[in-house]
T-cell receptor, first 111, second 113 residues
């Protein structure tokens, strides 16, 4: 059982559609991170959310940290084929020394 | 600036063989990590090192050992490889702790036959 549960596991949508990916935990996190990974590469950080209720925007991507700091969401507006990839949430545990990841959401955007 | 460098990129082992995966970072980071990635499982933490001279078990440490040789280098050793260890292995580093950005290497694809 992973400490960070992501849903959905897989998402296939048409270009122009909106989507939301969720990251949930029963534990409180001091911060949560979102990474994006392309085939054959390591994950690359998109954003870190730190404050409960925080909302951060990165172009068409909107990230939210839950008020209780147990969950986060990633919303993509008007998805494009270039958004295709694996999206991973991650958070620090054990006084921040240990970074754990969710299982990820595979996003495929069709043109 | 190379960032995080892993070697080798690909490896095929026979069951029972041993090998060491090498990782080096040039960003003067204190924390380093080893993960394995399997389909549908995301990244699972094998071992981590919060600072030079310290190592701790992660979520899936069985069958692995690590060495934090110095601040730059963190190696992962498989003493007796098993087919269940077939996976893609990633090394990562971060400045201080897990709540700062982690930078990843390009991965090692390991197959144990």
């Amino acid at each position: 059982t992973q400490l960070l549960e992501q849903s959905p596991q897989f998402l296939s949508i048409q270009e122009g559609e909106n989507l939301t990916v969720y990251c949930n935990s029963s534990s409180v996190f001091s911060s949560l991170q979102w990474y994006r990974q392309e085939p054959g590469e390591g994950p690359v950080l998109l954003v870190t959310v730190v404050t409960g209720g925080e909302v951060k925007k990165l172009k068409r991507l909107t990230f939210q940290f839950g008020d209780a700091r147990k969950d986060s969401s990633l919303h993509i507006t008007a998805a494009q084929p270039g958004d295709t990839g694996l999206y991973l949430c991650a958070g620090p545990m054990e006084y921040g020394n240990k970074l754990v990841f969710g299982a990820g959401t595979i996003l495929r955007v069709k043109s | 600036n190379a960032g995080v460098t892993q070697t080798p990129k690909f490896q095929v082992l026979k069951t029972g063989q041993s090998m060491t995966l090498q990782c080096a970072q040039d960003m003067n980071h204190n924390s380093m990590y080893w993960y394995r990635q399997d389909p549908g499982m995301g990244l699972r933490l094998i071992y981590y090192s919060a600072s030079e001279g310290t190592t701790d078990k992660g979520e899936v440490p069985n069958g692995y050992n690590v060495s934090r040789l110095n601040k730059r280098e963190f190696s992962l050793r498989l003493e007796s490889a098993a087919p269940s260890q077939t996976s893609v292995y990633f090394c990562a580093s971060s400045e201080i702790r897990g709540n700062t950005e982690a930078f990843f290497g390009q991965g090692t694809r390991l197959t144990v036959v």
